[in-house]
T-cell receptor, first 114, second 112 residues
Framework: DVKVTQSSRYLVKRTGEKVFLECVQD?????MFWYRQDPGLGLRLIYF???????EKGDIPEGYSVSREKKERFSLILESASTNQTSMYLC?????????????FGSGTRLTVV | DQQVKQNSPSLSVQEGRISILNCDYT??????FLWYKKYPAEGPTFLIS?????DKNEDGRFTVFLNKSAKHLSLHIVPSQPGDSAVYFC???????????FGQGTRLTINP
């Protein structure tokens, strides 16, 4: 069974902390994505990567950075956490040429910044 | 600019009846559409998709209809079951694009 694994289900961090969210996929997918889900706003793309060491900004990249040193791992970094970054963070992966199933998502990380 | 819109934040339907979830889009370059289902504390899971060369795709109790001229798609669930209670996201992508654009989601509640 294919999987996207996010390292933490729940995180509580303090304002100003540097936060790392990790995502690993075992499907040999080229593409990986980070979204955040907020009520009434749906899923908004933060960053995505279509290859190792490659990254592109999504719709809301401010306050975030990413790292992809290996094909299977895509990390989201909050350089200095703020309360408006409290959200559900979802990682996803897909093949380079989209298939009928689009993305495979991880279970999400609920981040609370206090 | 919201390119994919789900204008109903929530929908409540009686068990056994039809659930109809709607989605509108503005980008005429979108040519592939998907519906995802999300339970609390889980990631979204793929439900059904449709290519712009079709106007209907069916999979068991789920049918997606696409009206390209109106830039509108809908998801029909018949009959609705309690396990269908979840948030449903509509998503779209353009040819050659690697990323999906999602709507805001609709929370569907099936009442016994």
């Amino acid at each position: 069974d294919v999987k996207v694994t996010q390292s933490s289900r729940y995180l509580v961090k303090r304002t100003g902390e540097k936060v790392f969210l990790e995502c690993v996929q075992d499907m040999d997918h080229e593409n990986m994505f980070w979204y955040r889900q907020d009520p009434g706003l749906g899923l908004r793309l933060i960053y995505f990567s279509y290859d190792v060491k490659m990254k592109e900004k999504g719709d809301i990249p401010e306050g975030y950075s990413v790292s992809r040193e290996k094909k299977e791992r895509f990390s989201l970094i909050l350089e200095s956490a703020s309360t408006n970054q409290t959200s559900m963070y979802l990682c996803a992966s897909s093949l380079l040429n989209r298939n009928n199933y689009g993305y495979t998502f991880g279970s999400g990380t609920r981040l609370t910044v206090v | 600019d919201q390119q994919v819109k789900q204008n109903s934040p929530s929908l409540s339907v009686q068990e056994g009846r039809i659930s109809i979830l709607n989605c509108d889009y503005t980008n005429s370059m979108f040519d592939y559409f998907l519906w995802y289902k999300k339970y609390p504390a889980e990631g979204p899971t793929f439900l059904i998709s449709i290519s712009s060369i079709k106007d209907k795709n069916e999979d068991g109790r789920f049918t997606v209809f696409l009206n390209k001229s109106a830039k509108h798609l809908s998801l029909h669930i018949v009959p609705s079951q309690p396990g269908d209670s979840a948030v449903y996201f509509c998503a779209a992508s353009a040819a050659g694009a690697q990323k999906l654009v999602f709507g805001q989601g609709t929370r569907l509640t099936i009442n016994p």
